[in-house]
Structures are given as C-alpha cells and as structure tokens.
C-alpha cells in the first residue's frame, strides 16, 4: 500500500513538473545562522560547519545524524539498528543542549530533546552547524550549538530526480524530488520510503515516510515570501529492553513505537526603508510519539502503552538596520520580540496485577527580546555582540549575552577569532509538571546553564584551495537537572574542553575535482559535582558517558561529471557507559573503532533523461562495534540502485 501511494506522490510530482515555467536564477551562497541574517562567511568570528547538498550526495547519505558525525566537535550515538534512539552531543555538553531548526522552526521538545533517529536528508539545501551556546539569538536549547536544515529554494530549469535502491537487511528505498522557477519564485518538493528488517531476526523492522516542500515568491521588488512545510511518518519496531541485545535473555517480539513529525515555516520580508528592513517568521512544529508493548512471559512483566503529543506555535518579529558608515566602519543593528506556545498532552496505561493510568495536559508561553549589533571596519576587524531576554511560565527571568569578535590579516588570509557567552535549556515538561504516579514535577526548577568561550583561527592557502581551521573551547554547565524520587532538582554541574580541527583540501584537473577533507576532536569532561545522586550515570571528578575523548574523519571525494567516488571513515576512541544487565549498574569501557563507507556513482546514460547506477557500501571492512553498550550495530550493509534525471 505505502508503494502505491508512493508512486502516485510521484505521478503528481512528475505532472506539475510538466507545466512549470522554467528560469535560471542565481544566489550567492551565505551563512545564515551565525546572526540570523545574510553574512558572508568570512566575516563569521564564530565556529560554523556548513554541509552542502553536494556534498551529501557525494555520500550518499539519507539520515542527518550520518552527515553529522563527520563535523568537528559532533559525536552521535545510536542505539542498535537503523531507527534506534539517536543521540547527538556537541563539545561534551548533553543531548539536550542542541538546539534543531528545519527552515528557521525550533523542533526541539521542550527541554531540548531532540530525536535524531529519524530526520531524513530528503530536499535539503545545506546543514549549518554553529558551535558554542547561542541563546542570545535563539533562546533555550541552544547550549552546545544550533544546527540549522534549510529546505531547497527551487531555482532555474525545472529538474526531477528518481531513484529506487534495494540491499541487505530486506532494505527498500525509493525518492522523488523535483524543483525549479516559477515566474518571480521557485518551487520544490521531495518524497520517500524506506523499509528495512534491521540487523536482529526478530521483531526490528524499521519504516519510514516523508516529505517535504517549499514555495518562494516575491511579491514586490523588495518583498519576499516563502513557506515551506515537512512530515515524517515513522515506525520501529524492537526486541531489546534496557540491557540490549547482546545482554538480555529472550527478544521481545512485539514490542514498538511510531513517530509523527510535523513542520511549517512562513517567512516575510520587507523593507520600511532603504535602511531599515523588517521580518516576520510564523511557525509550527509537532510531534506524536505512540509505543506499546505487549506482556510476554519471561520478558515482560506487564503491559504497557503510551501517547505523547506535543506541539508549538511560534511568532518571531525582527527589524534590521544598516547604520551609517563613519571612519570605513560599517553596522548594522537588530532587534527582534519573539512568542512561543507550548502544549504537551500525555497518556499512559500499565497493567500488571492492577491497572495504571495517567493522564497530563500542559500549557506554557515562552516571550523573549533579542539585541545584536555588527561592526566591520574594512572587512578586516569585525565585533558582533548580542543579548536574549526570556520570561517563561516556568522559570524566572534570564538573560543570555554573547560577544563575539576578530580580525583577518589580508597578506595572510588569517582569521582569528573569539567568543564568549552564556546559554540555557529550560527544564522539560516533565521535570516541570511530572508524568503522574511517583514522579513529581517542580515548579521551582531553573534552566540548566553554560557559561563557554572560544578562541580559533582560520587559515586559507592558494587562493581557497586549502583550508585549515583549529578551535579550543571551555564550558562550564551548572544546574544540570537530576532526579531524586520523587521529583527534580537543580543540583549537578560539569565542564568540558578540547581542541577540534579541520583541514580541507580541493584541487580540479579539468573535469575531475578531487576533495580530502581530515577533521579530528579533543574533547575531554568532568563532572564537578553530583548533588550526591549521580551513581554511575554522572560520578563527580570522572568523565562523562557516550562523549569520547577522540574522534575524527576522513573524507576523499573524486567527482567527475560522469562518476563519483567518496571514501569516508570515521574513527572514535574510547568512551564509557553503563551496564543495565547488572543490579546495581557499573560504568564500562566501550573500544575505539573504525567505520569505513564507499560510495560509487556511474552516469550511465548521460543527457536528458540521464540515467545513473550507485552503489554504497557501509561498513565496508565489517567492523565489529558498539556505540550503546549492549547493543549490537550492523555490520556491513550494500544499497544499490538506479537512478533517473531528466
């Protein structure tokens, strides 16, 4: 059923390709997340990553957290196979201090919780990984870094791409994407299925559907609007409980969970005067988390299901200025009022020898007041700083500030930069509210807390074709949130810092362009203080779980315009976890491995339609490895398929 619908989307698709009135249009490349508007990137004094579409094409990647692992200060976990509990830690700080925007739209939960594990790469524009706290701009969650997903802005002739690939594990793909121009705007829109069986024989299926689109329009000369819109349909099924596969006893064999991920963004701009510009973003974003696991003899002891509902409303309204120029210094001032509405609906039911139910239904506002101001003399000294003030329902009054500065040597083509600032991530329905039974919710709870700085330079040679880049950063996080029955407290802090690095190098022999590109991160943590409850989770003066102290990559790309071939590998050292299997759990050491992927793409017909065969290949020396202890990861994983674009 979920193909015939599929192919249907794509007869849709393929109609409105046909009578769309093509244009070319060009765009300079910008970075967008460091101060929430168009800046060149060598102006940015901040430590900002940003992964192009081609570059996750040349991979062949479909899942965001796959494309991120290779970002210097990025560490990712999953939790077994394809669909399994992802998480994402940037410079040592927790899950829960990232915040995610798709198309400008906070998709976090509220505390900052964020599942990775199913957020395809479908119809995406770039990736902007911007590191070191950001609520100054963007409020709660954004303690470790923002990560950025911009949907595609259609442009030029229209153009549609399909493909079909099929592999071990029982794995299915399908995609469809087509965009273009439309008169004074563009179009695209994007879908897929995957379907896979996972890497355990019973019960770990794993099925995913999205899709995504996005329209542009300029209303006037200056006037500008876009929408864009996103949804994602998921169900994995898994046999493992706490322990994980390779510790437990029996597989469950029905127990599973489905996820529903909706996005929407609308953006206006326009300007009141030649010096004075103003935007307006509405927003909303929700998500249905739905599990249920069935009582099982020697497995469960109880039936449980469960539903979370959670969604937000957002209203953000900003004014540009461009200040007068006075001695070759430029500025440029902004301040912006921003609105949000949270809601979180939950019900649960357990029976055992009784029934168990629960039921919460919760409603919070988040206001919030941001400042920045950027000073550019001579695109050589540059001085950006910036203050968020939030007033939650929950939680008192905070303000985040930030500066950021540097200055670039024109002989050279140096950089050097620095920041300093302060992030929060406001405490989770949850820990506010409670989720009924033993566990109570406190009203009294603050935002965890990080006070961070950084200092890096950039160094570009031969006219851009090499580039290296070193940061060291430091975090101090203090009113770490932590359980102690029946409620939660603000009671733990813990620091973090290290050195990450990169170097790029790219070199073109007429149609041939070869890329490498080695990036590695140092990073080592602390907890300072547990409040006396840590245990093995968070043990005062010792490292921190699932935050290894090395990790790096190796990436070397051959494109030509009738082949590509990319060589990634990935290497992580030692971390530490913990071991459910035993009562009372104890902290082990999980090895350092290597990941290797190699990814081939042959045009095989070139023209219009030009017809194309690839291949990936994961793990390609079968490498056996853990990221979660217990869990077990898959082994090496062949997609092949065919592809068409006319």
């Known amino acids: 059923m979920f193909r015939l619908f599929f192919l249907l989307v794509c007869l849709c698709l393929n109609s409105f390709c046909l009578i769309a009135k093509e244009i070319e249009e060009d765009l300079e490349e910008v970075v967008v997340t460091a101060t929430r508007s168009n800046l060149s990137k060598k102006k940015v004094t901040q430590s900002i990553q940003v992964v192009e579409n081609k570059e996750i094409s040349q991979q062949q990647v479909t899942d965001a957290h796959e494309i991120l692992r290779d970002v210097p200060g990025v560490s990712v976990t999953q939790t077994g196979s394809r669909g399994g509990p992802t998480s994402l830690f940037i410079r040592g700080g927790g899950a829960n201090h990232n915040l995610v925007l798709i198309d400008g739209v906070r998709v976090n939960q509220a505390g900052g919780s964020f599942e990775f594990a199913y957020l395809p790469l479908d119809n995406i524009e770039k990736i902007e990984v911007l590191k070191g706290p950001q609520s100054a701009l963007y409020g709660s969650d954004g303690m470790g870094g923002v990560i950025q997903i911009m949907t595609k802005k259609g442009r030029g002739k229209t153009t549609t791409d399909f493909s079909i690939a099929g592999g071990n594990y029982n794995t299915f793909e399908e995609r469809v994407q087509t965009s273009g121009g439309l008169g004074n705007g563009g179009f695209s829109l994007g879908a897929s299925r995957i379907d896979s069986d996972g890497i355990l024989n019973v019960n770990n299926r794993f099925g995913e559907t999205s899709f995504s689109a996005r329209f542009d329009q300029k209303l006037y000369e200056s006037v500008d609007l876009d929408g864009a819109v996103r949804y994602i349909d998921v169900i994995f099924q898994f046999p493992t409980e706490n322990s994980g596969d390779r510790l437990q006893g029996l597989l469950d064999p029905d127990q599973y969970w489905k996820r529903k991920r909706a996005i929407l963004s609308s953006n206006l701009s326009a300007p009141l005067t030649a010096w004075w510009k103003q935007k307006l973003q509405l927003g909303y974003q929700s998500e249905n988390r739905f599990s249920k696991d069935e009582r099982n003899p020697g497995i469960d002891t109880a039936w449980s299901q469960s ?27 902004t301040a912006g009022v921003a609105y949000e509405k949270e809601n979180f609906e939950q019900t649960s039911r357990r029976v055992t020898t009784s029934t168990t139910s629960t039921a919460i239904d919760q409603l919070r506002s988040n206001y919030a007041y941001y400042f920045q101001t950027q000073w550019d003399w001579n695109e050589l000294v540059f001085f950006t700083p910036s203050v968020r003030v939030e007033q939650n329902e929950t939680f008192s009054t905070e303000t985040s500030p930030k500066f950021t500065g540097g200055f670039r040597l024109p002989w050279t083509d140096t950089k050097i930069r620095g920041t300093w600032g302060k992030g929060i991530t406001a405490p989770s329905f949850t820990q506010v509210f409670g989720s009924g039974g033993t566990t109570v919710g406190n009203l009294n709870l603050k935002p965890e807390r990080v006070e961070s700085w950084e200092a890096g330079i950039d160094q570009n040679f031969l006219e851009g074709a090499l580039e290296a880049n070193i940061t060291y950063f430091y975090n101090l996080y203090d009113d770490l949130i932590s359980f102690i029955t029946p409620t939660f407290f603000n009671i733990q802090s813990a620091k973090s810092e290290g050195v990450e690095s990169s170097v790029q190098i790219k070199k073109a022999w007429n149609d041939l362009e070869c890329r490498l590109v080695l990036s590695h991160t140092l990073v080592e943590t602390k907890a300072l203080v547990s409040g006396g409850v840590g245990g093995t989770g968070f043990t005062q003066g010792e490292q921190l779980l699932r935050r290894p102290k090395h990790r790096g990559a190796v990436t070397v790309n051959l494109n030509h315009p009738r082949f590509n071939i990319n060589w990634n590998s990935t290497f992580q050292g030692e971390s530490l976890d913990r071991d459910f299997s035993k009562t009372p759990e104890v902290r082990v050491a999980l090895p350092g491995y290597v990941k290797t992927d190699l ?36 082994r090496i994983k062949v997609l092949s398929g065919i592809g068409v674009k006319f």
């Open 307 to 333: 539903s979370n509902v959670e969604t937000r409303q957002s209203v953000d309204y900003s004014w540009d200025f461009s200040l007068p120029k006075l001695a070759d210094i430029t500025g440029a001032f």
């Open 599 to 634: 990814s081939i793409s042959v045009v095989a017909i070139p023209g219009s339609p030009e017809w194309r065969v690839f291949t990936k290949i994961e793990n390609l020396f079968d490498e056996k490895y853990e990221e979660v202890y217990g869990f077990s990861t898959a």
